[in-house]
């Protein structure tokens, strides 16, 4: 029940999100986007934490995450601080993974996927850097090995698989929708990109958010 009622208002807020971003009403999408934000931290809250050494950093990630989605909805001049915001989420996202596997596990073959993926978005990105090529670089760096921690949590533990198919999906779901920040932010600044990356980050977010509950 409970989480039905979760996922029941994240659509709603999900919904004024993207009405308000369609309408660029900057300050009503900045209160619908920050309490959606804070719904996957609670989320991950009210979980049972059947284990209790990865909840922690899923925590922490799932905070910083929060703060970089106020960043991301405030004027320009936020946006790094944003962007630092989601790095570091993604580490304690890596530091929570490493939890359930081992290190070693990570080079797979869906690592060399994630990897080839990421060099593909890298180049095409890269004309439209400037500045930000370094930043942008080490990001993409760090989801990747965050997108290929879950993989490896999916593929070579013998957890759950309800729990292991919510972080793959999760992860993959979050990774999916940076390309489409990264496109919005420098390719071209379109309804299109929110309307398709937002939904994705926040299935991606209440997929983790989930996912500590789901270990049983």
């Not at 320009?76 to 596997?101: M, N, P, S």
């Not at 759950?160 to 489409?180: E, K, M, N, Q, T």
């Amino acid at each position: 029940m409970t989480h039905s009622l979760v996922i029941l208002f994240a659509i709603i807020l999900l919904t004024l999100l993207l009405f308000h971003e369609k309408k660029e009403n900057r300050k009503p999408a900045l209160v619908a986007k920050t309490i959606l934000s804070l719904l996957f931290v609670v989320t991950a809250v009210i979980q049972p934490h059947l284990i209790p050494n990865y909840y922690p950093y899923l925590f922490v990630g799932l905070f910083l995450c929060l703060a970089g989605d106020v960043c991301l909805a405030l004027p320009e001049r936020y946006f790094k601080a944003g962007l630092v915001a989601f790095l570091l989420g993604h580490v304690f996202y890596i530091f929570g993974f490493a939890t359930l596997t081992k290190i070693g596990q990570w080079f797979s073959l869906g690592a060399l996927i994630f990897s080839i993926t990421s060099s593909v978005v890298f180049f095409w990105l890269r004309p439209h850097l400037g500045i930000m090529l370094i930043p942008v670089l080490v990001y993409i760096t760090v989801i990747t090995v965050m997108v290929s921690a879950a993989w490896a949590v999916f593929w070579k533990t013998g957890l759950p698989v309800s729990g292991r198919s919510l972080i793959l999906l999760g992860a993959i779901s979050f990774y999916a929708s940076d390309v489409f920040v990264a496109r919005n932010k420098f390719i071209q600044n379109e309804f299109l990109n929110r309307l398709v990356g937002l939904p994705l980050y926040y299935v991606g977010q209440f997929l983790l958010a989930f996912s500590p509950g789901s270990f049983g």
